[in-house]
């Protein structure tokens, strides 16, 4: 019989939550504007294949989009703060992620190449930074997204530290 997985123990910033907010908001924008310009042009034409009342009502179509994404766009950042966690126990990293699906990382520490701290323009604007950890596994890499940025600086140190720690040990 196995234990269900235990959350691991720190959250991700609350700051996180603006940051998906604002990248959430970029895709529901371009979702609109797309349905925008979709509903012109069809509403423009007069195509044999474009029945009248799809040409006629075709300004409903931005008007469904955004009904239809807007929640998405509420509980997604709210909901991806509540699922992000993240740990560093012993000789292991222990990360939780996903919106839709789930996605449970175990990286040892003795299997870590690199550690990189990675800020992009909102990160940045927002104090945020995500780790990337880099292993010898087929995988290839993981990371840990919404962390405060000195948070970030101070877990990078850390593993870099415990992983030549580990390997030093092993040779």
């Keep these: 019989m196995t234990a269900p997985l235990r959350d691991p123990a720190h959250r991700v910033s609350r700051r996180a939550i603006t940051l998906w907010l604002l990248q959430a908001l970029i895709g529901f924008l371009f979702l609109v504007g797309a349905s925008v310009l979709v509903a012109t042009i069809i509403s423009g034409t007069s195509w044999s294949w474009v029945p009248d009342w799809a040409a006629g009502n075709a300004w409903w179509l931005p008007v469904i989009v955004g009904v239809l994404t807007l929640p998405f766009l509420i509980s997604e950042p709210l909901w991806r703060y509540a699922v992000h966690r993240w740990e560093l126990s012993g000789d292991v990293v222990y990360a939780r992620s996903g919106w839709v699906s789930r996605e449970w990382v175990f990286v040892p520490v003795s299997r870590i190449q690199t550690v990189d701290k990675q800020q992009g323009w909102f990160e940045r604007m927002l104090g945020l930074a995500t780790l990337e950890i880099?292993?010898?596994?087929?995988a290839g890499s993981?990371?840990?997204q919404g962390l405060d940025i000195h948070v970030a600086s101070r877990l990078a140190e850390d593993l870099a530290h415990r992983a030549h720690e580990l390997r030093d040990d092993a040779t």
């Design 134 to 138: 880099r292993t010898a596994s087929y």
């Design 142 to 144: 993981s990371s840990i």
